[in-house]
């Protein structure tokens, strides 16, 4: 069983939108995850940090998303176990693999999981 399931991504043509969604299964304690997001990894490229979300609420967006990107998280009270990416606007140069994060951190510890990745392709 995947620990961060994702689903959503596809092909869509420039400027139309997607959803992302992932969620952490419940070999994963809740209470332990503090932070999760998305990154994304293009071809020949780093991966890089778009936008994540903590368990208070507080969003962040990199640059090149804000604007055009909003993450939100589910409703269960004092917990952060799912989050959707709505992505507006899309434009080629974001094909990518998108990869769900999710920061835990207990104790002095910390540790991070990752989905296996969804591929996100913007084209005509």
């Known amino acids: 069983q995947a620990q961060l399931a994702e689903s959503g991504g596809g092909l869509v043509q420039p400027g139309g939108s997607l959803r992302l969604s992932c969620a952490a299964s419940?070999?994963?304690?809740?209470?332990?995850?503090?932070?999760m997001g998305w990154y994304r990894q293009a071809p020949g490229k780093q991966r890089e940090r778009i936008a994540d979300?903590?368990?208070?609420?507080?969003?962040?967006?990199?640059e090149s998303v804000k604007g055009r990107f909003t993450i939100s998280r589910d409703n269960t009270k004092n917990t952060l176990r799912a989050v959707t990416l709505q992505m507006d606007n899309l434009n080629p140069e974001e094909t990518a693999v998108y990869y769900c994060?999710?920061?835990?951190?207990?104790?002095?510890?910390?540790?991070?999981?990752w989905g296996q990745g969804t591929q996100v392709t913007v084209s005509s």
């Open positions: 994060n999710a920061h835990l951190t207990y104790s002095v510890a910390e540790h991070d999981y």
């Open positions: 979300i903590t368990k208070g609420g507080s969003a962040y967006y990199a």
């Open positions: 419940e070999s994963i304690r809740a209470s332990y995850i503090k932070v």
